[in-house]
Nanobody
Framework: QVHLVESGGGLVQAGGSLRLTCAAS????????MAWFRQPPGKQRPELVA????????NYADSVKGRFTISRDNAKNTVYLQMNSLKPEDTGVYYC???????????WGRGTQVTVSS
């Protein structure tokens, strides 16, 4: 099983930037669409933030369009999320995974905490 390790989170002021990294222990090119999810405080399930296919096609949640950029490097088995103009509502635990991964059922990494102060 491929293990996922998310990193790069932290505490940042509103308007700041962070770059998240997801390192996979195996070949992510076998996964057509990789995604970043976030679980805001008090929410039971993570929500989809951004996704990217092997061909480079990207999709974003409306709330992050124009501010976040997802990318992947299959040669390094790594997925990135560049987050700019951060807002307090971006606060949460961020996870990367296959876009079809099911919370509570499929494997998920430990995530990385992002906290945006106002």
């Amino acid at each position: 099983q491929v293990h996922l390790v998310e990193s790069g989170g932290g505490l940042v002021q509103a308007g700041g930037s962070l770059r998240l990294t997801c390192a996979a222990s195996g070949d992510i090119s076998a996964v057509n669409v990789m995604a970043w999810f976030r679980q805001p405080p008090g929410k039971q399930r993570p929500e989809l933030v951004a996704s990217i296919s092997n061909s480079g096609h990207t999709n974003y949640a409306d709330s992050v369009k124009g501010r976040f950029t997802i990318s992947r490097d299959n040669a390094k088995n790594t997925v990135y999320l560049q987050m700019n103009s951060l807002k307090p509502e971006d606060t949460g635990v961020y996870y990367c995974n296959d876009v079809i991964a099911r919370p509570g059922i499929d494997y998920w990494g430990r995530g990385t905490q992002v906290t945006v102060s106002s």
